[in-house]
């Protein structure tokens, strides 16, 4: 089971640079920001793989609600700051 | 000044959310010695849940909620309570923060004592930060007023 | 000089007839200015009238124990220890929290109709799963075919539904099944924007609007469901009776 978390875990990390691609040459600051979101969905699943891979997946579970309550609050204060050109 | 966003999906589920985050982030305080967590990750998801208070539903709104008074009442709260049980261990007689030596007043075993200690000591500094972040924020986004 | 003097009445009976005009404008204009926002302002007094006076204090009360027991349950699947200690330390920090924000999680709810709509919501997640693996399927066809006939468009449709939570489920639906995404709700209308025309016509059918409006009770055409559901209690008060 171990062979078939680790496998998933280093696609899900091909696919995670293949959204950094649009994190880091967007034309825009806005196509970064859902390119950053993305990444983030795909850490949620990485770090409860990681969980079940060392065993301890309670410690990892908090970790990525940790994570998910973060980025989404991320999110929304940089989408508003530029939603109204400077203010938030 | 922070308006309120006018999106009904985002201020309705920020809304529903947030006695969510706030048990949570009690949670990750009080479990800090089972799991990852303590008293300042608690405290940043407790100022980020007062966060996304302010950016959805106005700074008015959420200072009703939670006043500037009983923000700066708080920051002092959470150093008091730190260094208060610190110097509580001082005077009944052992170092600055030696938990052991609280086992004269409760009725509990040394290692029960420290366990609490270090509990007490986890809230007061998440209070502490909960407070600080939240004073800051609303300090940079009113230009300081 | 007659002449001279008829072209400057006339001039001054168009300059006055102008003036008139531009005030008649400007009155209406303002009238009808303050008509919306009299009426803006009588809807926020009804939203806040909704609960005032004794009704309040006891409104006040449940929505307390009710964010309070929600809360103690997260609490208990969050933390697997249920030893005195720390249960007691769960019945400060839910009391604390349900304190500081009770007002937060059924902001215009009454609390009659609270079980009806949480049994309901219970068994419309079903539904809306199946619909996932459907829509998902098609769009992954879609994706993977090579000439890809994807038909991306805007539709805009009128809603019947009233409160925001309602709004926010629909949107929230719509979004999670692949192939419709909500780009924004306006004064009641919603924009989506779907995929292809098959996904198109499978929202503008509106089965996921009547069944939003089923879980909260809201729409007022005949629901088979509806029907079920009073056919049931009528058969119980005929046999009671009867």
């Known amino acids: ?88 | 000044m922070i308006r309120t966003t006018d999106d009904v999906i985002i201020k309705t589920v920020s809304r529903i959310f947030t006695p969510f985050i706030q048990i949570f982030a009690l949670y990750v305080i009080m479990h800090g010695h089972y799991s990852p967590g303590g008293g300042f990750q608690g405290g940043v998801i407790l100022g980020a849940g007062f966060i996304l208070l302010v950016i959805t539903q106005g700074l008015d709104e959420t200072r009703r909620r939670f006043s500037q008074k009983l923000d700066t009442i708080f920051c002092s709260i959470g150093l008091l309570v730190y260094s208060g049980i610190g110097m509580l261990c001082l005077i009944i007689g052992g170092n600055y923060l030696d938990y052991s030596k609280l086992s004269k007043i409760l009725p509990v075993l040394a290692a029960k004592a420290r366990s609490l200690g270090i509990l007490g000591v986890e809230i007061g500094v998440g209070i502490g930060v909960m407070a600080v972040m939240y004073s800051i924020f609303s300090d940079i986004v009113t230009g300081g007023e | ?242």
């Open chain 3, 1 to 242: 000089m007659e002449v001279t003097l008829l072209v400057h009445a006339t001039d001054q009976a168009f300059e006055i007839i102008e003036n008139a005009r531009r005030q008649a404008v400007e009155l209406l204009n303002s009238t009808v200015g303050l008509a919306a926002e009299e009426q803006r302002w009588m809807e926020e007094k009804r939203i806040r009238a909704l609960f005032t006076g004794a009704q309040a204090v006891k409104t006040r009360r449940l929505n307390f124990l009710g964010t309070f027991f929600i809360l103690f349950f997260v609490w208990c699947i969050l933390s697997g220890h249920f030893d005195v200690f720390h249960l007691s330390l769960a019945v400060i920090c839910c009391g604390l929290v349900a304190h500081m924000s009770y007002d937060l999680l059924f902001a215009n709810v009454r609390f009659v109709d609270m079980r009806t709509i949480a049994k309901r919501f219970i068994a419309y997640i079903p539904w809306l799963l199946e619909q996932i693996v459907l829509a998902n399927i098609h769009v992954a066809a879609l994706a993977l075919n090579p000439k890809m006939p994807i038909d991306p468009k805007i539709i805009t449709f009128k809603t019947k539904l009233e409160s925001d939570v309602s709004w926010v489920t629909l949107a929230n639906s719509i979004t999670l099944t692949p192939g419709t995404v909500t780009v924004d709700i306006k004064e009641g209308v919603f924009y989506v924007h779907a995929l292809s025309k098959k996904v198109a016509d499978d929202l503008n059918t509106g089965e996921m609007e009547d069944r939003v409006a089923h879980v909260y009770m809201e729409a007022d055409h005949i629901y088979i469901q509806d029907v079920l559901d009073m056919a049931r209690i009528y058969g119980l008060l005929k046999g009671i009776g009867g």
């Open chain 1, 1 to 88: 089971m171990q062979q078939f978390f680790l496998i998933v875990g280093t696609g899900l990390c091909f696919l995670v640079l293949l959204c950094l691609y649009r994190g880091v040459f967007g034309p825009t600051v806005l196509n970064r920001l859902a390119g950053i979101s993305a990444i983030g969905t795909k850490t949620l699943v990485i770090l409860l793989l990681m969980g079940f891979i060392y065993g301890r997946v309670d410690m990892f579970v908090d970790i990525s609600m940790v994570y998910s309550i973060l980025n989404f609050i991320g999110t929304l204060a940089v989408a508003k700051y530029l939603e109204t050109k400077g203010e938030v």
